[in-house]
């Protein structure tokens, strides 16, 4: 799978080169149907964590699914199909075993562009916009 390119970094770019398994074997990704958030799943796959796919279309998260047990055989995939999950409520339902374990690490990709007017670029805030 090509690695989408964002601002001239790739997910490897921004994924530090350190085994991720010191933090946990397992990884909770929000959005992994498409763009970054799928590259990041394919990645975390790829350097043997397991994952947890959550996202609001089942077929599509059944499809990401498949394609990285495909690729990476090895690696356990729980998926969470929720309609109006959001980033925060997930946050604070993975957190407390986190803090419990002192262990682990939380990852927040996206952007606030989204929900409002920016002084940016105005195609800026469209395309973020047009994912939310």
Do not use: H
Request: net charge positive; glycine share 10%; proline share 6%.
């Amino acid at each position: 799978m090509d690695i989408e390119r964002r601002r001239g970094k790739t997910v490897r770019d921004v994924i530090p080169a350190k085994n991720l398994k010191k933090y946990c074997s397992w990884a909770l990704v929000t959005g992994p149907t498409d763009g970054i958030g799928k590259s990041f799943s394919f990645e975390l796959a790829k350097r043997g964590l397991n994952l947890v796919l959550v996202g609001r279309n089942p077929d599509k998260l059944k499809d990401v699914s498949d394609s990285i047990q495909a690729k990476y055989a090895k690696t356990q995939i729980k998926v969470l199909s929720l309609i109006s999950a959001g980033t925060p409520k997930v946050t604070r339902a993975v957190l407390p075993a986190m803090l419990k374990r002192k262990k682990g690490a939380i990852v927040n990709i996206g952007s606030g562009a989204a929900l409002g007017i920016t002084s940016g670029p105005p195609l800026y805030s469209v395309s973020p916009a047009a994912k939310a």
